[in-house]
Nanobody
Framework: QVQLVESGGGLVQAGGSLRLSCAASGRTFNGYFMGWFRQAPGKEREFVARITWSGGSTYYADSVRGRFTISRDNAKNTVYLQMNSLKPEDTAVYYC???????????WGQGTQVTVSS
């Protein structure tokens, strides 16, 4: 049974930092894309960042490029999202996802709340 478990969310002031973690288990993720998405109240879920499990290639949404960094630790089966220079508009539930293709995320975590106060 595949599980993605996010942690690291919380309340932070604007300009601050948080690091989210996503612990993955239940299968091998070689060749998979690991992504972070977020959903703010009243808005649709949006893509934040992705990384390939094998090669570590990354891609970011324009809104977070230069402030967020996605990385993975293959030995720990964990994907991270380092978030710096946080803004109130980054407030959302952040979800970790995994899938065999960039547009086919098959597995999702339960989400972790990030709240940025102004």
């Amino acid at each position: 049974q595949v599980q993605l478990v996010e942690s690291g969310g919380g309340l932070v002031q604007a300009g601050g930092s948080l690091r989210l973690s996503c612990a993955a288990s239940g299968r091998t993720f070689n060749g998979y894309f690991m992504g972070w998405f977020r959903q703010a109240p009243g808005k649709e879920r949006e893509f934040v960042a992705r990384i390939t499990w094998s090669g570590g290639s990354t891609y970011y949404a324009d809104s977070v490029r230069g402030r967020f960094t996605i990385s993975r630790d293959n030995a720990k089966n964990t994907v991270y999202l380092q978030m710096n220079s946080l803004k109130p508009e980054d407030t959302a539930v952040y979800y970790c996802a995994a899938g065999p293709a960039n547009i086919a995320y098959t597995y999702w975590g339960q989400g972790t709340q990030v709240t940025v106060s102004s």
